[in-house]
């Protein structure tokens, strides 16, 4: 499976934007000097493979966040109000009034977006919203953990509160992942 490249243009966004660009250059040369990879142009367009994602992920999390591996919540919580936002690259996404649309078109198209392989199916029953996420060879809990915060917060750009929860999981063994989102009153 490969990623695209907005996912690393948000974080470097996101890290510059909080630390400096000095301390982003710093951690990019030491990524590069233990994985040749990062020494390339990496792109919003560029397709980057699941394990260099993992390893980008995981030394930017040890760097800058203590190695708390929950902040992944938070990269998929700014991923989605990066793409998302007005001016953002997805914004169009928003631009349908209808929830239920929203949610079992825009959603899918919007992983195709980031992702070359696996499938969801997002359907709305009953005020919560159902994703599951089939044919990923990813199974990297924090993987999963972006992806729920990046589906959270997308919900509430649309004018939701959710409260989320993980349901069936590829890192605990499952053969799919299974969210779901109680949606609230905003």
């Known amino acids: 499976m490969n990623v695209k490249g907005t996912t690393f243009v948000t974080a470097k966004s996101t890290i510059t934007a909080a630390f400096g660009a000095e301390k982003w250059n710093s951690f990019m040369s030491k990524l590069a000097a233990k994985d040749i990879y990062f020494k390339n142009m990496i792109m919003s367009i560029t397709l980057i493979p699941e394990d260099k994602f993992i390893l980008f992920f995981d030394e930017l999390i040890k760097e800058f966040f203590n190695n708390d591996k929950e902040q992944y919540l938070l990269f998929g919580l700014v991923a989605a109000q990066y793409a998302l936002s007005p001016g ?41 919203v159902h994703i599951k996420i089939t044919g990923l060879t990813i199974k990297y ?13 997308a919900l509430k750009l ?23 989102y109680e949606l609230k009153e905003s």
């Open 158 to 180: 649309f004018g939701k509160k959710s409260i989320a929860k993980r349901i069936k999981s590829l890192s605990s063994g499952d053969d799919y992942i299974y969210f779901t």
């Open 141 to 153: 809990y924090y993987f999963e953990t972006l992806c729920l915060g990046f589906f959270k917060q």
């Open 88 to 128: 953002g690259p997805y914004h169009s996404y928003l631009l349908t009034k209808d929830l239920k649309q929203f949610v079992e078109s825009g959603l899918s198209k919007l992983w195709a977006t980031y992702y070359d392989k696996g499938e969801i199916n997002a359907k709305l029953e009953n005020n919560v």
